[in-house]
């Protein structure tokens, strides 16, 4: 195909990149770039590979019944039996170059296999038909292949433009340079709304025009190797750009709406990673507690709190203090957002059953010196937490609660018993990420007195800051975030309160009653010591005293 000229070389290239990572063959990969349309794409094929194009009496109007074949499987690899011939079985596919599918097919039938050629398209539909009882304009939503191939072949024209190209770049550009996390394209009311995520806050940015909507949904599309024709369907996929100097990639997730497709990009830049406690936020009462609980030889260390708290980044933190050449590390996670070398790391695929609890049962067999474990998300993966802490592993994983007390209430709800609990549970940490004030708009604050007094404060309890807000942080008087956190040590009164099946409340108050500094309190220290703003503190824990 590039020696004709169907493909150019970067397009190739780009072909070959997403091969790499994605499970579909090649010409679902090239039809979902939108390179070539899926009739260009069938024609190259059959012509590369020397086998005739499927004409319209060589489908069948029947199944052709193989007794080892699931028709699951031949939607999956886009083949279609179309002919038992005695000798052989003729078939219709859309990828020739899938040897895996073809030689499957012929262990099934136990005889060869010709093949013909045919698009992604007809091929489908033709099993949703013969297969699934399914009508192809039923599968399709009533639009004509050709109709759709004409509008794939439209989009990406429109994606390849200068402007929609220049805007993307630049979009991505202006994010890196204010430090987003997560660029958000999303349409509303006939336009296209631009979002950036700066230290955990939506920021609205100047919008493209609206004729450019479906061109820039479609440029990221392309560059993340996704489907540019699905847009019923959310999709996922990542994408590599050179910015800055360096390589940044974006995990980049599509969710149609009843405005249009919605996109949001997170970036995973590792080399902004900063994996240190004392950079990340954590002070003497954190960092003493956390790191005496990483030098246990077993039992499991939880952090927890909402979405964007910081969490993995903590693990990541205690993960490389302990990644040594006596140690074996294995994590699983979903998905494996930094790679670190020295570490055996498992991405979850539900697609093909690779669950947290199914990697974790595998873990075990793999002889670890340390595990973690990306979320406790069920009762299967805490049952094998609390195995492999019993069997001499330290395991490392999340909860999503909101106070470290409540994780326990969590793990009892999940079925965990009571003394497994108390037994193999070494620490519980929360935490927060709370806004810091710009350096160079960070000026004197005087809280109300009627606030401060319903937070219990007195007038002479600060100083406290707050930022009126510059060009270094584009008017929000912040920059940049550092993290607060409550730690609960499992002491032996803590223990006999779990065996007693405390509440979360009153494991708090116990806790607290021994000296534990919630996520408010450090939150107020750091307040005073001018980090952050009061107001910053009571918008991330929502406490009052």
Not at 113 to 128: D, F, P, Y
Not at 134 to 149: E, G, L, M, Y
Not at 253 to 273: F, I, K, N
Not at 463 to 470: A, D, E, Q
Request: with cysteine.
């Amino acid at each position: 195909m590039v020696h004709r000229g169907l493909l150019s070389g970067g397009a190739w290239s780009r072909v070959q990149e997403v091969l790499q990572e994605a499970r579909q063959g090649l010409a679902g990969t090239i039809a979902g770039l939108g390179f070539l349309s899926e009739k260009d794409l069938a024609m190259a094929l059959a012509r590369h590979c020397n086998i005739p194009q499927a004409g319209p009496d060589d489908w069948p109007l029947v199944p052709v019944e193989l007794e080892h074949i699931n028709p699951t499987f031949l939607k999956s690899f886009y083949v279609l039996p179309c002919r038992d011939l005695g000798s052989e079985i003729e078939a219709i596919v859309a990828d020739p170059t899938d040897a895996y599918a073809v030689r499957a097919l012929e262990f099934a039938a136990g005889k060869p296999v010709t093949l013909k050629v045919a698009t992604l398209r007809e091929v489908e539909a033709a099993i949703n038909h013969l297969y699934f009882g399914v009508d192809s304009s039923d599968a399709h939503d009533d639009v004509d292949a050709d109709a759709i191939a004409d509008d794939v072949d439209r989009l990406k024209e429109l994606a390849t433009d200068a402007p929609v190209i220049r805007f993307v770049d630049r979009m991505i550009d202006d994010a890196l340079t204010r430090r987003a996390s997560d660029i958000h394209v999303e349409p509303i009311a006939g336009a296209l709304q631009i979002r950036f995520r700066i230290d955990g806050m939506l920021a609205e940015v100047p919008s493209p025009s609206r004729d450019m909507m479906a061109a820039i949904v479609s440029r990221l599309k392309i560059m993340s190797g996704l489907d540019i024709a699905e847009r019923r369907l959310p999709q996922d996929g990542r994408m590599r750009v050179r910015a800055h100097g360096k390589e940044i990639d974006f995990r980049v997730a599509t969710s149609p709406t009843s405005q249009g497709e919605a996109v949001v990009m997170r970036l995973l830049d590792r080399g902004a990673v900063q994996l240190d406690f004392e950079k990340l936020g954590f002070d003497a009462q954190v960092k003493g507690p956390f790191r005496e609980a990483l030098r246990c030889p077993d039992g499991i260390v939880l952090v927890t709190g909402p979405t964007g708290s910081g969490k993995t980044t903590t693990l990541y933190t205690g993960i490389s203090e302990l990644n040594t050449s006596e140690r074996k590390i294995l994590t699983v996670e979903d998905p494996v957002e930094y790679v670190m070398d020295g570490v055996g790391q498992v991405q979850v695929d539900a697609r093909i059953g690779r669950t947290f609890a199914k990697s974790l049962r595998a873990f075990l067999r793999q002889d670890p010196d340390v595990i973690m474990v990306g979320e406790i998300r069920d009762d299967e993966t805490a049952s094998i937490a609390i195995q492999a802490a019993l069997t001499g592993h330290l395991v490392l994983s999340t909860l999503h609660t909101n106070s470290a007390a409540a994780a326990i209430s969590r793990l009892l709800d999940m079925g965990v018993e009571d003394y497994l609990i108390s037994s193999t549970l070494r620490l519980v940490m929360a935490q927060r990420l709370v806004r810091t004030l710009c350096p160079h708009c960070k000026t004197d604050d005087r809280p109300a007195p009627l606030l401060l007094e319903e937070l219990g404060l007195g007038l002479d309890d600060g100083p406290f800051y707050t930022g009126s807000g510059c060009e270094a942080c584009h008017g929000s008087g912040y920059l940049g975030r550092t993290m607060i956190a409550e730690v609960l040590a499992i002491t032996p009164g803590i223990e006999e309160a779990i065996l007693a099946h405390k509440s979360g409340t009153e494991l708090e108050a116990l806790a607290r009653a021994g000296g534990m500094r919630t996520l408010y309190d450090h939150g107020l220290a750091i307040a005073r010591e001018g980090k952050t703003s009061l107001a910053e503190v009571i918008r991330v824990t929502r406490e009052r005293g």
